[in-house]
Nanobody
Framework: QVQLVESGGGLVQAGGSLRLSCAAS????????MAWFRQAPGKEREFVAA???????TYGDSVKGRFTVSRDNAKNTVYLQVNSLKPEDTAVYYC???????????????????WGQGTQVTVSS
């Protein structure tokens, strides 16, 4: 069983930055892609960013150039650096692990079978 625990969310003014972390339990971390999704009230869960087991990354169009995903396999942790935050970035941010070992990144939430509980990011204008 894999457990994912996010942290680092909070309240920040527009233009500010945060670093979100997602710590994974278990040994099965290094060989899997990891992703960040977000969900705002009344909206569907949206792909934000993903990083493959080999370090390649993919971003959603709305966050390109502002967000950076990274991973530390020694710490079983994936990070999301969020810069130049906008009020529309307000959401609960979730990390997830791909069910396919040694795969490329995926933007479809159906590719991910383990999810964290989420961390709230609120951006004030």
């Amino acid at each position: 069983q894999v457990q994912l625990v996010e942290s680092g969310g909070g309240l920040v003014q527009a233009g500010g930055s945060l670093r979100l972390s997602c710590a994974a339990s278990g040994r099965t971390f290094a060989g899997y892609s990891m992703a960040w999704f977000r969900q705002a009230p009344g909206k569907e869960r949206e792909f934000v960013a993903a990083i493959s087991w080999s370090g390649g990354s993919t971003y959603g169009d709305s966050v390109k150039g502002r967000f950076t995903v990274s991973r530390d396999n020694a710490k079983n942790t994936v990070y999301l650096q969020v810069n130049s935050l906008k009020p529309e970035d307000t959401a609960v941010y979730y990390c997830a692990r791909d069910y396919r070992p040694l795969s490329n990144t995926a933007t479809d939430k159906d590719a991910y079978n383990y999810w964290g509980q989420g961390t709230q990011v609120t951006v004030s204008s």
